[in-house]
């Protein structure tokens, strides 16, 4: 088992990195009200994590013991019916799903399939904790309408059920559905957190770590954990008695994008923009976000830009990557930046020739 | 003729089968231009109208009949009184047929219109003479004649006939008996009623005349008819794409023809031949004709000659010696004919002309009528297999017109035609060996009644060439395009037809006609006959407003890209700028060519896509910039209408073709490709997903609720795959490793147990570039399960991944199945409760280890080593309700089913004693053990067998056996059954 998921933290008391979150979810909990909650901030930082230990702090460990379920549900749309076919992981007191990856018709799983969820109300023998909670993941990438039908739901069957939602950026949620859910921002870790991560588990794998690398893993992360939690057992891999300068070996995606970036400078003609149209319909191809790439490239790029040029180039990369988000073809948008830059390097170049 | 044919021999038989079984008489020798060949018919037509023209008092009636004469029966009719009359006066014999010839109009003429004529040919009915008003008219004797009721006189000519050779040519029997051919009482009763029918018609004659002057109207032809081709030399199309259609048709002969026509006895074809040779030759003398009629003489000589019967077997002759000549050939390779291009061009024009000069008789199938594919496939086998029984026995070629029109509709033909080519193809490989002739000859007899190969040419015409669907057809047919005729070839022709029809034109003005038409033809001549028609004269300024609309049609995707990519020639430029004010000016042409097309988003995908292929000169890149924005402005704008349904936004999408079109035309000729590589993007994104996903699912959902498809590439995969293969992994035997490596190996081995990550063996597909690969590239290379490396694979770049060698690999592979199948076990015992659960999943997993288990036969095949772990990984899915002591078992059972093949597959007869958990098993088992029983045959075993065989199992194990893979399956299941038996006696 990977170190990510070996010291996943189990329970809200073991949490490492968002403690005061983590507390104040357990005295939410405890307290037997909880609202809707919506989970949001940056991959890596411990959304999911978070809300599994809520859960396990809701229902005790039988929340652990999960089945999946892949099932097809026949939905009447009007005079025809749909299939929709969806994977679900189940526990006697919730639910998990996804139902962005019914792409657009993720309203029908939104309007018929979680409202059928919600619906049925546990039976528990106790009376106790007579809810039971259904996990949405991406919320983000639900389309407006799913969206719009899900608030009715939230409000009609919250009397016996619990929506966790978790996206990574709250502003593609709809403003009503944020105003009914009880909002948690998961930051990203800072690079402290991280290091004091890394080296609690080195102290369980009883690991020599010098000092000083922990903090370089940290700083190349992006201050993502679990990018840092793997690249910390990659080196651990690769070389055991850790040296100081070791090597933390790299993204491949990041990489191949540093190739682009220089194949960007080193010449700006429509041909060159033709090559690194192909390479960047690679990244896309292998499910890399095109915003990612665009962020990644945009870095890359100032690295080797000139001082002059940073903030023309900065301003050009956030106004394509707006109409980026707003459009539907991204790779357009990326090559808009791309050639965008181009032409403004080739201004500079030209303009320094003059001087 | 001086089309391009190759062979002689087919000239000629093209000659002579096209006389034989047409009836014009339009053989002239090669002619450069069909104007001048008609220009010659009208001359002949002139020419003869002082001398011979009918009865002055009704010429409308006489040029009408010629009319109808000439639409019925086709020409010959009146060519051949033409020719006639022109010759007339050389000699005498020829006034025999000029008799025939009126006769011929006289016949052919309907009784109404033919009311005075009959009127005064109550004397000409007497002789079989022609009948003129005036004496002048006639050069010869004459007799004068009067009408017994109105007192008209006529006058009547008399021909000196030899009544032998008229008989001959008129089959008509002639009464010895007297001058007259009927007795003169049926004469007079025939006049009585005339006059009766006259006086009738006198008493309601102010109706008729109100109704006169409308009729023409009526019955005027469109011009465009009027005016079509009828040969293929008048075809006014692409002489190439002419040619080759042709070409094409007659490659069917051997086919058509050739099976078709009995061969006619070699006697009576000398017979014939010598007979027509022996008329042309006494004509040609006799009659000093040029040259260049020659042919036609001999042909209407011939025809007149021979009776119908006697026409048809020569033609069948010719048509016989063609065949013997050209055996060799068969039909051609391409069975369907795809004629597209723009409407107007002559399309269907071109496939009917060209059809009747080959023989055939067309059978059109058109938009009109039913084109579901049963009725269709109805009609193609009646085409294909029936002869006509009437007098027309000609082979029919079926022309399906606008066969792209609907969508639905043309589907069926489609797929009928698709069906028939390819049993034609099956019934072709199946006997190529055979001697290839004969071969047909058979199949076409045979197949013909079954399945129906095709055995008729079949031309489809179809205006876009990229219909969707047209793809199957495209694909097998031979295309040919159809490319816009010269405009100075649509000019003359348009102006032959307005001298004809006395209208005034210009030729700037046609020109700029047939420009504005863009060379469609029908709508130069639909326009023409409307000015005519409003007493206009076409107007060179004023096209614009006179022509009554710009052609509305959508071109195809690539023809706006070129459009938008091209500059317009600057020639044209300056002709249309003539033009002035009326033409539209670039903007607004292209707008209106996208937005006739409309399908903005293909069209700004094809600009992306080809934009940075065209060669303009941009050394501030700054042009690329703006046509790239805008490009993401058109995108923004699709996005925004399709999210907001506010479809009126869409009038603003063309501008933005614009744009690019202001920014990067050029003159050269772009190179245009249809955009795919979104398209290609789009799907093989969606595939990568749905490999994560599926991979995903079969992780433990503690460890997979934690993945996402978005972030998995972006954070995890270059760690993961670092960590998977570890550099520091020496490739030894396990137990060679010291502590600290295996207590490595065993965390990597759990990682990927937890991830359920495997090696499968895969045919590589050779990387020779890639160093790390050559000690592995012998057959076959051991990957990973889900092919998660793949998703570090960037083209063109190289990745610093450290690859095990394959001994690790394998060593891998079999541990980690080991390890897998403990675990699910441990996790059994430690969770009874979980039961139900995992049963769920074992239930799933029956299906999947199906699919599996086809692979894992074929792998076997090619690799022994993998099979093991492979079956193992399947048998894992039934495992786990087993208990923990027979795991050790689960890596012995392959070798030890060997041994096994006596043993029966007990678990049929087990009783349903021991516990619940058998039933499940024998449900699952009933498949496998279906299969097995042809392979193992069933024998009873008594229970205290079954403990010696659980040593056979340990001494086995290194035996490397293997059986074939659903007999390992079963034997698993079943030695499990009995383990859990065993186990549990012992218990």
């Not at chain 2, 008329?279 to 025809?303: L, Y």
């Not at chain 2, 300056?574 to 006739?596: D, K, M, V």
């Not at chain 2, 012998?778 to 060698?805: E, M, Q, R, T, W």
Request: aromatic share 6%; glycine share 4%.
């Amino acid at each position: 088992m990977l170190w990510v998921d070996k010291y996943r933290p189990k329970t809200l008391d073991n949490v490492l990195v968002h403690q005061d979150v983590a507390q104040n979810l357990k005295k939410l909990v405890t307290e037997q009200d909880c609202p809707h909650l919506l989970f949001y901030g940056p991959s890596g930082s411990g959304k999911k994590t978070l809300i599994m230990a809520v859960i396990r702090q809701m229902f005790g460990p039988s929340a652990e013991k999960v089945k999946v379920e892949n099932k097809t549900w026949k939905v009447e749309a009007g005079s025809r019916t749909i299939d929709i076919e969806l994977t679900t992981l189940s526990s006697t007191n919730h639910v998990e799903l996804n139902p962005s990856d019914a792409g657009f018709q993720d309203r029908y799983i939104v309007q018929e399939i979680i409202k059928e969820m919600a619906k049925n109300r546990p039976i528990d023998t106790k009376g106790k904790k007579g809810y039971k909670v259904l996990v949405l993941n991406e919320v983000d990438k639900l389309s407006r309408e799913a969206q719009h039908s899900l608030r009715r739901t939230m409000e009609k069957y919250s009397a016996y059920c619990r929506l966790i939602l978790c996206c990574n950026s709250s502003s593609k949620v709809t403003e009503a559905i944020r105003s009914r859910c009880l909002n948690v921002r998961i930051n990203a870790p800072t690079e402290e957190q991280i290091v004091n991560v890394l080296e609690f588990i080195g102290k369980k794998e009883g690991l020599k770590i010098p000092s000083g690398f922990t903090a370089r893993i940290a700083e190349k992360s992006n201050r993502s954990l679990r990018r840092a939690i793997l690249s910390f057992e990659t080196c651990r891999v690769q070389q055991y008695p850790f040296t100081s300068n070791q090597s933390i070996p790299p993204m491949d995606w990041e990489e191949y994008i540093s190739e682009i970036a220089s194949d960007i400078m080193k010449e700006q003609s429509p041909k060159r923009l033709y090559q690194v149209r192909l390479k960047l319909y690679e990244l896309l191809v292998n499910c890399i976000p095109p915003e990612i790439v665009l962020k990644r490239l945009l870095y890359e790029l100032l690295k080797k830009l000139d001082i002059e040029l940073k903030h023309e180039v900065c301003h050009w990369a956030a106004y394509y990557e707006h109409r980026m988000r707003l459009g539907q073809k991204a790779i357009f948008h990326i090559e808009g930046t791309v050639s965008g830059e181009k032409n403004r390097a080739l201004v500079k170049l030209r303009q320094k020739a003059w001087l | 003729m001086d089309m391009d044919i190759p062979l002689p021999e087919e000239l000629e038989f093209l000659e002579a089968n096209y006389n034989a079984h047409e009836d014009y008489l339009d053989l002239e020798p090669p002619e450069p231009y069909p104007d001048e060949d008609l220009q010659v018919e009208e001359e002949a037509g002139q020419s003869k109208s002082p001398s011979s023209e009918g009865p002055p008092s009704s010429p409308g009636v006489l040029t009408n009949i010629q009319k109808r004469s000439r639409s019925t029966d086709g020409p010959d009719a009146s060519i051949l009184e033409d020719a006639g009359q022109s010759d007339e006066k050389r000699s005498r014999t020829v006034q025999a047929e000029v008799a025939q010839a009126d006769e011929d109009w006289l016949r052919y003429s309907p009784p109404e219109e033919s009311d005075p004529m009959v009127e005064e040919g109550a004397g000409a009915v007497v002789e079989e003479k022609l009948v003129w008003r005036y004496a002048s008219e006639i050069d010869g004797d004459f007799i004068p004649v009067t009408a017994p009721s109105g007192g008209d006189r006529a006058y009547v000519k008399i021909n000196v006939v030899d009544k032998e050779e008229r008989r001959k040519k008129l089959g008509v029997i002639v009464q010895s008996g007297g001058l007259i051919l009927e007795p003169i009482n049926v004469l007079l009763q025939k006049v009585e009623q005339e006059a009766f029918t006259k006086a009738l018609k006198a008493s309601s004659g102010g109706q008729s005349d109100t109704i006169l002057p409308e009729t023409p109207a009526v019955h005027e032809q469109l011009w465009v008819d009027k005016y079509a081709p009828s040969t293929f030399t008048e075809l006014l199309s692409d002489e190439q794409t002419n040619r080759e259609v042709l070409l094409w048709l007659k490659q069917w002969d051997s086919c058509v023809f050739g099976s078709e026509v009995k061969s006619t006895p070699a006697d009576v074809l000398s017979a014939l031949r010598r007979h027509s040779s022996t008329v042309q030759h006494r004509k040609f003398s006799d009659s000093k004709f040029p040259s260049k009629n020659r042919g036609s003489r001999w042909n209407k000589e011939d025809f007149s000659h021979s009776s119908d019967v006697d026409d048809k077997d020569t033609s069948k002759g010719i048509q016989d010696l063609w065949n013997k000549k050209s055996r060799s050939t068969g039909p051609p390779e391409q069975k369907i004919l795809l004629l597209c291009g723009p409407p107007g061009l002559g399309k269907t024009t071109l496939a009917h002309v060209a059809a009747k000069h080959c023989g055939y008789r067309v059978v059109e199938v058109n938009a009109s009528d039913d084109r579901s594919s049963s009725v269709i496939e109805a009609k193609i086998l009646d085409v294909v297999q029936m002869n006509s029984v009437t007098v027309d026995s000609r082979p029919k070629c079926l022309v399906i017109d606008e066969i792209d029109g609907a969508l639905g509709d043309g589907k069926g033909a489609v797929e009928v035609i698709l069906k028939m080519v390819s049993a034609d193809r099956k019934s072709d490989l199946g006997k190529e060996n055979v001697s290839k002739e004969e071969n047909r000859q058979r199949t076409s007899t045979k197949k013909g009644r079954k399945i129906a190969p095709l055995l008729r040419p079949v031309i489809c015409i179809c205006n876009d060439l990229y219909a969707p669907a047209l793809r199957p057809l495209r694909q097998i047919a031979k295309v040919h395009i159809f490319v816009q005729p010269t405009v100075s070839r649509v000019v003359s022709r348009l102006k032959h037809i307005c001298n004809k029809e006395q209208m005034k034109t210009s030729s700037i003005a046609l020109t700029g006609l047939a420009e504005y038409t863009e060379c469609d033809i029908r709508s130069c001549l639909n326009t023409l006959q409307f000015l005519n028609k409003k007493k206009e004269t076409l107007n060179v300024l004023e096209i614009g407003s006179q022509v009554v609309g710009r052609k509305d049609m959508s071109r195809s995707a690539f023809d706006i890209w070129k459009e938008i990519f091209q500059k317009r020639n600057i020639k044209r430029e300056r002709r249309s700028n003539c033009r002035t004010q009326s033409t539209p000016s670039e903007f607004e042409f292209l707008h209106s060519l996208i937005s006739n097309r409309g399908d903005y988003d293909l069209i700004v995908d094809g600009i992306h896509e080809n934009i940075l292929q065209l060669h303009y000169h941009d050394p501030l890149m700054q042009k690329t910039v703006k046509c790239l924005s805008s490009l993401g402005v058109s995108d923004l704008l699709h996005q925004h209408i399709m999210r907001t349904q506010q479809m009126p936004l869409l009038v603003y999408q063309p501008a933005i073709a614009i744009i690019v079109h202001r920014l990067v035309a050029q003159v050269q000729k772009p190179n245009i490709e249809w955009p795919k590589s979104y398209y290609r993007f789009r799907t093989m994104l969606m595939e990568k997903t749905e490999t994560l996903r599926s991979w995903y699912y079969k992780i433990p959902p503690h460890i997979s609720r934690h993945l996402s498809t978005k972030s998995f590439v972006e954070e995890s995969i270059s760690p993961l795959l670092h960590i998977l293969s570890p550099s520091t992994l020496r490739p030894v035997a396990v137990n060679l490793l010291s502590d600290k490596e295996k207590n490595d190996l065993f965390q990597l081995i759990s990682t990927m147990v937890s991830y359920s990550l495997t090696y499968r063996n895969i045919k590589t597909n050779s990387q020779p570039g890639d160093p790390r690969h050559e000690a592995t590239l012998d057959a076959s290379v051991l990957a990973f399960d889900p092919p998660i490396n793949d998703f570090i694979n960037f083209k063109g770049y190289k990745s610093c991944h450290y690859v095990l060698a394959l001994a690790m690999k394998q060593v891998l592979v079999h541990e980690v199945e080991k390890q897998r199948i403990l675990r699910v076990n441990t996790g059994r015992s430690g969770n009874l409760t979980d039961a139900c659960n995992k049963e769920n999943q074992v239930h799933l997993g029956e299906d999947t280890s199906g699919s599996q288990a086809a692979k894992a036969g074929n792998a076997c095949a090619i690799a022994k080593n993998t099979e093991k772990p492979t079956s193992l990984s399947i048998l894992r899915q039934s495992k786990p309700t087993k208990p923990t002591i027979s795991s050790d078992l689960g890596s012995n059972t392959n070798a030890a089913t060997a041994s096994l093949n006596s043993k029966s597959s007990r678990n049929m007869k087990r009783s349903n004693g021991s516990s619940s958990f058998f039933d499940r098993f024998r449900k699952m088992n009933t498949k496998g053990s279906q299969n097995a029983n042809n392979v193992v045959q069933e024998e009873e075993t008594l229970a205290r067998d079954l403990r010696p065989l659980l040593f056979k199992f340990n001494e086995l194990g290194a035996c490397e056996d293997k059986p074939a893979f659903d007999v390992v399956m079963v034997f698993y299941i079943m030695v499990h059954l009995k383990t859990i038996y065993s186990f549990e006696i012992i218990m």
